[in-house]
DNA sequence: TCTGTGACCGCTG
DNA sequence: ACAGCGGCCACAG
């Protein structure tokens, strides 16, 4: 397996990573922030997160600030997870399963 | 080399 | 408020 990613994956990963914990971003934000106006490529990105556990891809949401999708999975179950995880974190949710807003980074 | 697809986003009806 | 459509970028076959 190629463990050789590209720069642009290489700015996702770094930007996901350098989210605290107990703080969420959108993919549109992270796209921006390296400077991408594409959010699906970020998408993918993380998608294929080599770096599974050292990039919280958890911290990833969409920007209607729901979960998203989990390690290639958008199914509930992962998404399950991603909101335990991000719980755990200190993330709070509404009712709607949504991230709170507040978490949004700025 | 070209086409299709995707853990998306935003606007319009 | 909800649903539908197009647009954007990168990667795999």
Same mark, same amino acid.
């Given at each position: 397996?190629?463990?050789? &990613?590209?720069?642009?994956?290489?700015?996702?990963?770094?930007?996901?990573?350098? &989210?605290?914990?107990?703080?969420?971003?959108?993919? @549109?934000?992270?796209?921006?922030? &390296? @400077?991408?106006? $594409?959010?699906?490529?970020?998408?993918?990105?993380?998608?294929?997160?080599?770096?599974?556990?050292?990039?919280?891809?958890?911290?990833?949401? $969409?920007?209607?600030? $729901?979960?998203?999708? %989990? %390690?290639?999975?958008?199914?509930?179950?992962? &998404?399950?997870? +991603?909101?335990?995880?991000?719980? +755990?974190?200190?993330?709070?949710?509404? $009712?709607? @399963?949504?991230?709170?807003?507040?978490?949004?980074?700025?």
């Amino acid at each position: 397996m190629d463990r050789k &990613i590209t720069d642009f994956q290489k700015r996702v990963y770094s930007a996901t990573t350098a &989210i605290p914990a107990g703080r969420v971003a959108t993919y @549109g934000m992270v796209a921006r922030m &390296i @400077g991408c106006g $594409s959010a699906r490529a970020v998408g993918q990105a993380l998608k294929r997160n080599p770096f599974a556990p050292k990039v919280p891809c958890h911290r990833v949401i $969409s920007s209607d600030r $729901s979960p998203g999708g %989990f %390690f290639g999975e958008t199914g509930e179950p992962a &998404i399950n997870k +991603k909101s335990r995880l991000l719980k +755990k974190e200190g993330v709070t949710f509404d $009712s709607a @399963g949504r991230v709170n807003s507040e978490h949004l980074m700025p």
